[in-house]
């Protein structure tokens, strides 16, 4: 390399051994950096880099473990590309072609050491990811930079430890790709003035059915296995997020970055057996710890206040199914799923003498013990009430369809049917909607 050429006359040693017993660049610089260690309790050690001692890794570990190093900096890789390139933003984020995972949204970016396709495609494969492979970029190789797209990054005919590439996004509206923040950024320009009249009148408060019926509608989507439509409906549940953030940020709340904090500190509090003291072989085992550091971190210290936890405004089958799965961790539980529909035929027996007595009071309230019970023996049976019902509901309505069939070409209509006609059809269209 050029860069070794200018100091060969002076005797330097070069560490080629170590690159290549190296598995990594991990495993590289810790080598390069204990080489350089130990020469130094010998005698004085100047060890030359190419480019900004602040860009190489090795010499990261030897300042962070030797406090009298010397330093004499070099001409930064990143700012030399950013030179040849002519970004146009005064601020970029500079990163090795061999920490591009690590790179995060930025408005620009240069990234050096890109010496070899391989690492090249890596580049190529994050700098699509966060600007778009369409994106026109600089491919910096000696002294000259060259205008390609993100997508030939790792098309080009020669690389060497010159090699560099800078990128830098167009203006908000005409970007290629958008990020999280991009979002945020988005819902605070609709809501500023002279936005959109709409979304400036909005509050949690009248948005707040909006997310549940996005949610249901991911779920749809993850029900039909449709990727595109599970693609548009996460954005759409991501914008409600987004939409309830910056209202709370307007009236001094929280903000996103806080929003973001707590659900990586809250996973990692309750992923205790990944990264704590806890231990979890197995999938049940995990979710006993979490439910153990749950309770800790929300302070329930009683059963009670568990149950109450639940929220109200779930669809009352998931509500009841999740309030008897936490009550019976204190083993208040049936023993069988068969025990549990013996209660529910109990309670079939109950609603039936509220109804006889016509006692409206009663048999509202039998009528509620019988759905609970019914929820209770689905739960122990491992059955989810929700999906069952409304897989129930689909086939009543797909039956439904062919008994109004039926009746239509017979040349008769639903509603001037006897209870007998009604049965005949019913029985017909049953059998008709058996599978298998």
């Given amino acids: 390399m050029p860069c070794y050429r200018s100091v060969e006359g002076y005797g330097a040693q070069t560490l080629d051994y170590i690159f290549e017993s190296s598995r990594n660049y991990d495993t590289l610089n810790k080598k390069l950096a204990a080489a350089v260690l130990a020469a130094a309790k010998e005698s004085d050690v100047v060890y030359c880099v190419d480019g900004a001692v602040s860009e190489d890794n090795a010499c990261k570990i030897i300042l962070s473990r030797h406090k009298n190093c010397e330093v004499f900096e070099g001409v930064s890789k990143a700012a030399h590309a950013a030179s040849l390139a002519r970004l146009k933003y005064g601020q970029y984020v500079a990163a090795s072609a061999y920490d591009i995972q690590n790179l995060k949204s930025a408005p620009a970016a240069v990234i050096y050491d890109v010496d070899g396709d391989l690492i090249a495609g890596e580049v190529k494969q994050k700098l699509s990811e966060l600007f778009g492979e369409e994106l026109t970029c600089s491919f910096v190789r000696g002294g000259s930079a060259k205008k390609i797209k993100v997508y030939e990054i790792d098309r080009q005919k020669e690389y060497d430890g010159t090699c560099a590439v800078a990128v830098e996004e167009p203006d908000y509206l005409h970007k290629e790709r958008y990020d999280y923040a991009d979002l945020l950024q988005l819902v605070r320009l609709l809501r500023a003035p002279g936005g959109c009249p709409w979304d400036r009148v909005q509050t949690s408060e009248s948005i707040k059915q909006n997310m549940i019926e996005e949610a249901y509608e991911l779920v749809d989507a993850i029900n039909k296995n449709d990727d595109d439509m599970i693609e548009e409906e996460t954005g759409d549940v991501l914008l409600q997020a987004a939409f309830h953030t910056v209202l709370k940020e307007e009236q001094g709340a929280f903000s996103s970055g806080d929003v973001i904090t707590r659900v990586v500190k809250k996973l990692i509090f309750r992923h205790s057996h990944i990264f704590g003291k806890d231990k979890a072989a197995d999938e049940s085992a995990a979710l006993n710890v979490w439910e153990k550091n749950k309770l800790e971190e929300k302070h329930q210290t009683t059963l009670t206040q568990t149950l109450k936890a639940v929220p109200n405004n779930f669809p009352a089958c998931m509500r009841a199914q999740k309030v008897g799965k936490r009550a019976a961790k204190s083993g208040m539980d049936f023993l069988s799923p068969v025990s549990a529909s013996e209660r529910m035929g109990e309670e079939v027996v109950e609603l039936i003498k509220a109804l006889q007595a016509e006692d409206k009071d009663a ?74």
């Fill in 363 to 436: 048999t509202f309230e039998e009528a509620g013990d019988l759905l609970f019970s019914a929820v209770n023996t689905c739960r122990l049976a491992g059955v989810d009430c929700e999906q069952a019902l409304a897989a129930a509901t689909d086939k009543f309505i797909s039956r439904f369809a062919v008994f109004e069939d039926l009746i239509l070409k017979d040349g008769k209509k639903p509603q001037d049917l006897c209870d007998a006609e009604y049965d005949y059809y019913w029985f017909l269209a049953k059998n008709a909607t058996k599978k298998g």
